[in-house]
T-cell receptor, first 116, second 114 residues
Framework: GESVGLHLPTLSVQEGDNSIINCAYS??????FIWYKQESGKGPQFIID?????DKRQGQRVTVLLNKTVKHLSLQIAATQPGDSAVYFC???????????????FGKGTLLTVNP | DTEVTQTPKHLVMGMTNKKSLKCEQH?????MYWYKQKAKKPPELMFV???????INESVPSRFSPECPNSSLLNLHLHALQPEDSALYLC?????????????FGPGTRLTVL
C-alpha cells in the first residue's frame, strides 16, 4: 500500500536556529496532512495541518509547506528552542476502504534534538 | 475541557490476567480511536468508533476487545495478552471520523505484559 515516510530519522540543531523536517508521501489522492509533536512519555500533540488546496500554512513559529508536484511535505520551526526537542510525525488522513471513514497514517518520525 | 484522559498511566499484567484501559473526553467529539505504539515507532491504528459504533477494526486480535459505552467513554478490554503486546496504548478523539478531522490524543497507557 501507499504510505507516508520521512527523509531523516534524526535532526540536531543549535538553539535559535531554524529547523526543517521533511516528509514524503506517495498517495496522490491524499488531501489532508497533519504534523504532530510527541515528547517523551506523552501522546502526540497537534502542531499544524494543511489541506491539498494550499501550498503553505503558518502558525506560531511553525510553517508547513506542501509540494504536490513532488509529493513532499515539510515542517519549518523558527528560532528552535530546547522545548522543541521531541519526535515529529507527519500524518496523512486518507479514505478507509472507499467508505466515509478516514484513517490517520503516520510517517516514521524524526527525532529533533536542540542543543543549548 | 479540551483534554483526552486515559487511565491507568501504567499497567503491568500477566498473560492470564484480564484488565481494561479507559479513555474519556468531554469535547463533544463523536469519533474515538485506539492506537498502539511500540518504542521508537509511529502510532498504529487499532479501532475507530463513530457515533458509538465500531467502524474500523484493523484486524486486531480478539484478545483486544473495544467498547464504547457512550459518546464520552472508550474502553479497551484486555485478556490473555502476549509479551509482544507490551506497548503504549493511545486513545484519540475527533469531531467525526470523516476527512479533515484533527485528532486529539491522550497521554497513553504504558502496558507491560509479563
Amino acid at each position: 500500500g501507499e504510505s507516508v515516510g520521512l527523509h531523516l530519522p534524526t535532526l540536531s540543531v543549535q538553539e535559535g536556529d531554524n529547523s526543517i523536517i521533511n516528509c514524503a508521501y506517495s498517495n496522490s489522492a491524499s488531501d489532508y496532512f497533519i504534523w504532530y509533536k510527541q515528547e517523551s512519555g506523552k501522546g502526540p500533540q497537534f502542531i499544524i495541518d494543511i489541506r491539498s488546496n494550499m501550498d503553505k500554512r503558518q502558525g506560531q513559529r511553525v510553517t508547513v509547506l506542501l509540494n504536490k508536484t513532488v509529493k513532499h511535505l515539510s515542517l519549518q520551526i523558527a528560532a528552535t528552542q530546547p522545548g522543541d526537542s521531541a519526535v515529529y510525525f507527519c500524518a496523512e488522513n486518507q479514505p478507509y476502504s472507499g467508505g466515509s471513514n478516514y484513517k490517520l497514517t503516520f510517517g516514521k518520525g524524526t527525532l529533533l534534538t536542540v542543543n543549548p | 475541557d479540551t483534554e483526552v484522559t486515559q487511565t491507568p498511566k501504567h499497567l503491568v499484567m500477566g498473560m492470564t490476567n484480564k484488565k481494561s484501559l479507559k479513555c474519556e473526553q468531554h469535547m463533544g467529539h463523536r469519533a474515538m480511536y485506539w492506537y498502539k505504539q511500540k518504542a521508537k515507532k509511529p502510532p498504529e491504528l487499532m479501532f475507530v468508533y463513530s457515533y458509538e459504533k465500531l467502524s474500523i477494526n484493523e484486524s486486531v486480535p480478539s484478545r483486544f476487545s473495544p467498547e464504547c459505552p457512550n459518546s464520552s467513554l472508550l474502553n479497551l478490554h484486555l485478556h490473555a495478552l502476549q509479551p509482544e503486546d507490551s506497548a503504549l496504548y493511545l486513545c484519540a478523539s475527533s469531531w467525526t471520523s470523516g476527512r479533515d478531522n484533527e485528532q486529539f490524543f491522550g497521554p497513553g497507557t504504558r502496558l507491560t505484559v509479563l
